[in-house]
């Protein structure tokens, strides 16, 4: 089957990220496609390049990361959602005059219309939340 | 866009104390805009967004009612409260300012079984 994940719960601070990956990786072992992952509320922070963890810890964008890699997945980030809480990109950082920016490829700002495409193209969308 | 299809949007959270109420607000509005058939639940503290006289936060919180007004113009009319959350606050529907739809908890699993997807906020 096709499947979407929706995480809104900010890495670390929640089990959202965690039990998402986790589920992320189950269903790849059981045949099905994780075609999309939409990061909306605090899970937007999940797409922060500039996450440094204790190294006795894992690293959850490392691990989403890794999953583009190897599933193709598309990593989507609501762009509203991201940048009111100083998540952006280079493009949007020099668009609002940012010093600076910690999104990048392949995690990708997107509207809330992809949520809503997802939810309509994919056999099954599952949430992650706090 | 694929044919439309029933998605629920459920609203759990009061205004101000969160985003939650607004962000799902605004999934709720951006799928009616793509032409989904969009149905909304208040339910548990949820229902406190309809409360009449609900403003924007002292602390610079933007409202939601402002929101709620543009349900219409979004063609969402099917706005569904739950009667025992509505009754725990002390409300009644006819305090809220909006057009809703009391229903019984008895409803609600065949809300969700029915709707093609479910956002919960």
Known sequence: MRY???????PYSHQASHSALRFAHALVDRGHRLETVFFYHDGVYNASRLAAP???????????????????????????????????DEREARRHGKPAYNVEPPFELTGLGQLVEASLTHDRLVTFSP | MDDPQTMLVVLRHAPHDSSWLREGLDVALVAAALGQDVTLLFLG?????????????????KGSHTTLDMLAMYDIEDIRVDAASLAARGLTVAELD????PVTSDVLPGLFATSASVFNF
């Open chain 1, 4 to 10: 979407g994940l929706v995480v809104m719960g900010g």
């Open chain 1, 54 to 88: 204790p190294q006795d810890e894992p690293h959850l964008g490392d691990a989403w990361l890794r999953l583009a890699e190897s599933q193709g997945t598309a990593l989507l980030v609501c762009v509203a959602a991201a940048l009111r809480r100083g998540m952006t």
């Open chain 2, 45 to 61: 503290d949820g229902v406190e967004a309809l409360r009449s006289g609900q403003q924007a936060g002292p602390l610079g919180q």
């Open chain 2, 98 to 101: 909006w057009p809703v739809t």
